[in-house]
């Protein structure tokens, strides 16, 4: 789901944690864990990162428990190419890989590569692909995102896609439908997921469904309770052999209330317990028997023009946990769970940050919104 970037006349002083500085020695905590904690984003001045047009101005950088490296002085450039900016990382066996643009010397344009194990893969796509993520579908790599068409009655419409490097590039089926939102993918035991949200006749009469494709074989479903969708589902994810997503939808077109549904299967499983009738999801993780959702509520952050502003939000199993919020606007957009410990990515005011059991820690260099994407807890390698 795009994010309605928020305005401000001055930045909102950040008062979390900072967090460890890059190049930090190893401790002896190093030593002895069994999970590494791996953040992805961007480092630069601005106000904004990832995927934006001045993106170029930004580094993709990783975080491993703290410590920053730059991807592209880690990784060097595809062969014929000047630049390699990262837009995704995901792991393989414990194991970094990346998704990038490679741009040529003195050239705007941009072909997408994978890298791993050393290798750079030309993805044959190019700027018409759109918010492009990286997954690993049973050690294979696996790029999902959207293209956009037109129909005859001049509506834009989004279709899936996803490439690997055996069967190249597949566009995915809309089944008769249009759609407007893509957002959200994962890929568990060889199998490939999208959520997003589809609609019949007009966009602006609010009578969508949520849509999951599996390998690309499209299922649709409508918000509870006779209810009204324009986001569809906004996070899918699958643990045991479930399928989860997560819906926002309202009783009634807006300003209703937004409703939070999680789904289990294709069937709605609980409701997230917000008083807030703005809130917003975006991620989720499972963890067992408990579900963890993310996003932004609790908007008690007044301006001089009345206005509030929702800050960072985790659920656990419908209830909302104890966090650092840093009296700023902000929210959450990627969870992880490792022995009952949750970690999260996302926004807290302008800087990118991480929050480990709720404690959040800024990541030095990350200024701008969305500079800190994805959390990822990974088995120690010694």
Not at 90 to 117: H, I, K, M, Q, W
Not at 193 to 211: E, K, L, M, Q, T
Request: aromatic share 10%; with cysteine; glycine share 12%.
């Amino acid at each position: 789901m795009r994010k309605l970037i928020i305005l401000m006349a001055a930045l909102i002083s950040v008062s979390c944690i900072s967090g460890r500085k890059s190049g930090a020695r190893q401790t002896a905590d190093d030593k002895t864990r069994k999970y590494d904690v791996y953040a992805f984003g961007w480092v630069g001045d601005g106000t904004s990162a990832g995927g934006t047009e001045d993106g170029r101005e930004y580094k993709s950088v990783y975080w491993k428990n703290g410590v920053r490296t730059v991807i592209a002085d880690a990784v060097g450039t595809p062969e014929g190419y000047a630049e390699f900016h990262a837009t995704d990382m995901a792991f393989v066996d414990g194991r970094p890989v990346f998704l990038g643009r490679a741009y040529e010397n003195g050239r705007d344009d941009f072909s997408y590569f994978t890298y791993e194990d050393g290798k750079f893969t030309d993805t044959g796509l190019n700027e018409n692909l759109n918010e492009p993520r990286l997954l690993d579908a049973g050690g294979e790599l696996v790029v999902v995102g959207w293209t956009s068409v037109t129909d005859k009655d001049g509506t834009m419409n989004l279709r899936p896609l996803a490439w690997t490097k055996d069967r190249g590039t597949e566009i995915y089926d809309l089944n008769g439908f249009k759609c407007n939102e893509i957002n959200g993918a994962v890929a568990d035991n060889g199998n490939i997921y999208v959520c997003g949200r589809v609609y019949r006749g007009s966009f602006n009469d609010y009578d969508g469904y949520g849509a999951v494709w599996k390998n690309g074989e499209i299922s649709v479903f409508r918000a509870p309770d006779n209810g009204k969708t324009m986001f569809g589902f906004t996070a899918i994810t699958v643990s045991g052999g479930n399928t989860y997503a997560l819906m926002h939808s309202q009783d009634d077109v807006p300003p209703s209330a937004t409703r939070l549904t999680v789904w289990k299967n294709g069937n709605p499983l609980m409701t997230i317990d917000t008083d807030d009738p703005n809130a917003t999801a975006t991620c989720m993780a499972v963890d067992g028997d408990d579900i963890y959702v993310g996003g932004s509520a609790n908007s008690t952050i007044p301006d001089d023009t009345g206005n509030s502003y929702g800050m960072p939000a985790i659920w656990k199993n419908g209830k909302a946990m104890d966090m650092d919020r840093a009296g700023v606007f902000g929210w959450i957009n990627s969870i992880a769970v490792a022995d009952g410990k949750v970690y999260a990515t996302g926004n807290a005011g302008f800087k990118g940050a991480v929050w480990a059991d709720g404690k959040c820690a800024v990541q030095k260099g990350a200024n701008g919104e969305n500079t800190v994407v994805k959390v990822f807890c990974v088995p120690a390698r010694r």
